[in-house]
Antibody, heavy 116, light 106 residues
Framework: EVQLVESGGGLVQPGGSLRLSCVAS????????MNWVRQAPGKGLEWVSY????????YYTESVKGRFTISRDSAKNSLYLQMNSLRAEDTAIYYC?????????WGQGTLVTVSS | AIQMTQSPSSLSASVGDRVTITCRAS??????LGWYQQKPGKAPKLLIY???SLQSGVPSRFSGSGSGTDFTLTISSLQPEDFATYYC?????????FGGGTKVEI
């Protein structure tokens, strides 16, 4: 059974940093591209970042470029999102999702709250 | 960046109704579009990929159509478990972009 489990969310002050993790199981993690998608409270879905299976290709939404970094460790079956210089507008549930042309499996999400 | 305009933003329907949701892309995206269902407090679930392909395990009452800029998700006979919010997502180019969502209510 495919499972994606996020962790690392929490309350952080504006300007602070957090590192989100997503642990994958039930499939060959090293063969799949991965994404981060977020959802602000009461709002719609927003794609955040993509990383290819080999880590050689990465993309970001404009609003997080230069602040967020996506990475992965296939030895640990893990996906990461390093978030720096956090802003109030980054407050959201962050989901990891598998895939490149279809996001076919999603984690349950981890809540990031940016507030003083 | 490609903009996805989804309509309507909400609709009221009854069990057994045929429901249609549309998504329009700001430029041609071939058939690189998916549809997702999200229930309150849950992660999104993939329903349709490549505009018209049914994801494994998804009931056949869900169907998708379209190519280029205009796409449609149809639920042929609405069931109680289908009351949720639906999103389209273009995967033609990065940054990926979602439509604004359609909330299907009783």
């Amino acid at each position: 059974e495919v499972q994606l489990v996020e962790s690392g969310g929490g309350l952080v002050q504006p300007g602070g940093s957090l590192r989100l993790s997503c642990v994958a199981s039930g499939f060959t993690f090293s063969s799949y591209s991965m994404n981060w998608v977020r959802q602000a409270p009461g709002k719609g879905l927003e794609w955040v970042s993509y990383i290819s299976s080999s880590s050689d290709t990465k993309y970001y939404t404009e609003s997080v470029k230069g602040r967020f970094t996506i990475s992965r460790d296939s030895a640990k079956n893990s996906l990461y999102l390093q978030m720096n210089s956090l802003r109030a507008e980054d407050t959201a549930i962050y989901y990891c999702a598998r895939g490149v042309d279809r996001l076919d499996y999603w984690g349950q999400g981890t809540l990031v709250t940016v507030s003083s | 960046a490609i903009q996805m305009t989804q309509s309507p933003s909400s609709l009221s329907a009854s069990v057994g109704d045929r429901v249609t949701i549309t998504c329009r892309a700001s430029q041609g995206i071939r058939n690189d579009l998916g549809w997702y269902q999200q229930k309150p407090g849950k992660a999104p679930k993939l329903l349709i990929y490549a505009a018209s392909s049914l994801q494994s395990g998804v009931p056949s009452r869900f169907s998708g159509s379209g190519s280029g800029t205009d796409f449609t998700l149809t639920i042929s006979s609405l069931q109680p478990e289908d009351f949720a919010t639906y999103y389209c997502l273009q995967d033609y180019d990065y940054p990926l972009s979602f439509g604004g969502g359609t909330k299907v209510e009783i």
